[in-house]
């Protein structure tokens, strides 16, 4: 069982930055998978950025590319969303997800979520 809680979220202005942090629980956290997802309201939830299990591997939605970062720490349990040059389309609930190897996120674990807003 692993249990995910998301911090960093809030209100900023187009062009800021913030960093998103997903702490999760119990042991064996580097066989999982980590993502971001995101809901903006009305559309449906689309993945933002994912790292593989030692963080070599990643992927990133193309409206992120060159202003999202992920990347994972083990020894702490903790995986990281660094998002600059925020957009006011980046506004959305940012949900924290893991999926252990070889499944997929919607049969994982998922945190509560965290608002994102960006102001114009």
């Known amino acids: 069982q692993v249990q995910l809680v998301e911090s960093g979220g809030g209100l900023v202005q187009a062009g800021g930055s913030l960093r998103l942090s997903c702490a999760a629980s119990?042991?064996?956290?580097?066989?999982?998978?980590m993502a971001w997802f995101r809901q903006a309201p009305g559309k449906e939830r689309e993945l933002a950025a994912s790292?593989?299990?030692?963080?070599?591997?990643?992927y990133y939605l193309d409206s992120v590319k060159g202003r999202f970062t992920i990347s994972r720490d083990n020894p702490k349990n903790t995986v990281y969303l660094q998002m600059n040059s925020l957009k006011p389309e980046d506004t959305a609930v940012y949900y924290c997800?893991?999926?252990?190897?070889?499944?997929?996120?919607?049969?994982?674990?998922w945190g509560q979520g965290t608002q994102v807003t960006v102001s114009s």
């Open positions: 790292v593989n299990w030692n963080g070599g591997i990643t």
């Open positions: 997800a893991a999926a252990i190897l070889g499944s997929s996120y919607e049969n994982g674990y």
């Open positions: 119990g042991r064996s956290f580097s066989l999982y998978s």
